[in-house]
């Protein structure tokens, strides 16, 4: 097996959006490539005990974005991979994330009202995403 | 989609006591349904109706698309594995899979032989020196070797300890994945059961509280913190509130947006929602808040 995942129940993301993350940090990561086979839904549900259908469900999202394509009979196979972001990118990321942590320092927000603050934001750009 | 199992009114009195009022349900074919509800709920009398082991007072019972209970070929198809894991103990594991194969006309022996070994249950052992874990994969793989269309499951998973409740659902999920069982299991522990079940039943005081698929029902439900109000906009329900003569929670069901900003709106888990619709509701009921629609 390529890949094997691992879930974990106290994140609040849905087992099958845990599974498609799992498969496409490991893209970007590169430790699978084009052409790889992801494991076969009854090797998944045999190793972390899930329902069939969650893994179904992950597989069919990545199969939507273009990532995997299911083969009947055969097996679900990747088919394209993640390009990472330009080196700069992080660099400049993370500079205008400084940027914002002080105006929000400066409003009089402590650490936990940004982490609650990017909490809520992430959420509603994920469902944003997913709606 | 077809029904594995339809309860259509279903009710079963012993003596002067209803074990089960009323119970109406349809599980579609394919589903991992939980069956929960505290003890004495009637969780093991409704597997029983539904297994063909007792016959309704009133109401129907309809398995795959048939009553179960004089019909031998449907009986074939139904799996069914009683709460305290019946083996007969000065048998072998091998000779309880002789006995299997002489009584089932279906009957699929190497593959249950196969799961066994995996999980290192040796097979010359007599059922009665095996462990609590070995004795449920046992029963789980003699249940499995029928290939039954519908497997039900009373409490599988109460005696055993961490790694032995994984591995039998491992074993559970493997057949799952290859046959689509439709499996009814009832249980307490929902960590578990979040994790395999894509349906819910519960059941609590012989009643029927809430069914459906999980996710839809995870969706429509939100727990709502904020200070106290009277009313909100959006929820068609409130399962259970709590908090003080300023604040409150609630677990509701909504049927709408809630716009109020003052509101933190939160997810709810399986868990949640279960301990939430097995409780007396919202206390202090006059002080309630009032579901508003729209």
């Known amino acids: 097996m390529m890949i094997e995942f691992r879930l974990d129940p106290r994140t609040g993301v849905a087992p099958y959006l845990q599974i498609a993350q799992q498969v496409k940090n490991a893209l970007r990561l590169d430790f699978l490539q084009v052409g790889d086979q992801l494991p076969t839904v009854k090797e998944v549900v045999g190793s972390i005990a899930i329902n069939p259908n969650t893994v179904l469900k992950a597989y069919r999202e990545l199969e939507r974005e273009g990532l995997v394509q299911g083969r009947p009979g055969i097996g679900t196979f990747i088919v394209k991979g993640i390009a990472g972001p330009p080196p700069n990118a992080h660099l400049a990321l993370r500079r205008s994330l400084m940027r914002w942590l002080k105006s929000a320092n400066d409003a009089g927000l402590d650490a936990e009202g940004v982490a609650a603050l990017f909490e809520s934001a992430m959420r509603d750009s994920i469902e944003e995403e997913t709606a | ?294």
């Open chain 2, 1 to 294: 989609m077809s029904a594995a199992l339809e309860l259509s009114g279903l009710s079963k009195r012993y003596g002067k006591t209803w074990a089960l009022e009323d119970c109406t349900f349809t599980l579609p074919e394919g589903r991992v349904c939980a069956l929960v509800g505290p003890n004495g709920a009637g969780k093991t009398t409704m597997l029983h109706c539904a297994a063909g082991l007792l016959e309704p007072t009133t109401g129907d019972v309809r398995v795959l698309g048939r009553t179960p209970e004089p019909d031998e070929d449907l009986l074939s198809r139904i799996g069914f594995v009683a709460q305290d894991m019946p083996l007969y103990p000065s048998f072998s594991v091998e000779e309880m899979f002789e006995l299997g194969a002489r009584c089932n006309q279906r009957w699929d022996g190497d593959a249950a032989r196969e799961r066994l070994a995996r999980v290192r249950v040796p097979l010359d052992r007599k059922t009665g020196t095996l462990s609590g874990g070995q004795r449920a994969q046992v029963a789980l793989a003699l249940a499995l070797a029928k290939r039954p269309e519908l497997l039900l499951l009373d409490e599988p998973l109460a005696s055993l300890d961490p790694l032995a409740r994984r591995e039998f659902l491992q074993t559970l999920m493997e057949a799952v994945a290859m046959d689509g069982t439709t499996v009814v299991l009832s249980s307490h522990l929902v960590t578990d059961l979040e994790r395999v079940c894509d349906h819910l039943m519960m059941i609590r005081d012989g009643r029927l509280r809430l069914a459906g698929d999980i996710e839809p029902l995870l969706r429509e439900h939100k727990i709502l913190m904020g200070p106290r109000r009277d009313r909100i906009s959006g929820v068609a329900e409130v399962v259970e509130q709590r908090g003080t003569d300023r604040q409150m929670i609630a677990l509701v069901r909504l049927d709408g947006v809630v716009l109020d900003p003052m509101w933190e709106i939160r997810d709810v888990t399986l868990e949640d929602l279960v301990l939430a619709y097995l409780g007396d509701g919202p206390s202090d009921p006059g002080r309630r808040l009032e579901a508003v629609n729209g």
